[in-house]
Nanobody
């Protein structure tokens, strides 16, 4: 199972971006999906998650500004980011808990850079 992320870029404070991530491969199913981020000099943190049933969870710093959603049939997950702040600058990673042949494991996409400047 491979995850491919896209949609990063540079925006000004208050701007918006949408990140997308698609899972591909064969013979798999996706359970929970996630967006993480890692800012320079900081540990990777979980930003948002969504279950297969659509239940969502967010880190406090993005509540009300970010929205995670997915299309189960397409094996995609998206992160809509509004009212971006300088502190949202980071490399963003998508991840998914994939079941392949009865075994479950977390798979990671490559990072996509988000830079927010004033």
């Amino acid at each position: 199972v491979q995850l491919q992320a896209s949609g990063g870029g540079s925006v000004q404070t208050g701007g918006s971006l949408r990140l997308s991530c698609a899972a591909s491969g064969s013979g798999f199913s996706i359970e929970d999906m996630f967006w993480y981020r890692q800012a320079p000099g900081k540990q990777r943190e979980l930003v948002a998650s969504i279950t297969r049933g659509g239940s969502t969870s967010y880190v406090d710093s993005v509540k009300g500004r970010f929205s995670i959603y997915r299309f189960v049939a397409a094996n995609t997950v998206h992160l809509r980011m509004n009212d971006l702040k300088h502190e949202d600058t980071a490399v963003y990673y998508c991840a998914a808990d994939a079941v392949v042949g009865g075994s479950s494991g977390r798979r990671w996409g490559q990072g996509t850079q988000v830079t927010v400047s004033s």
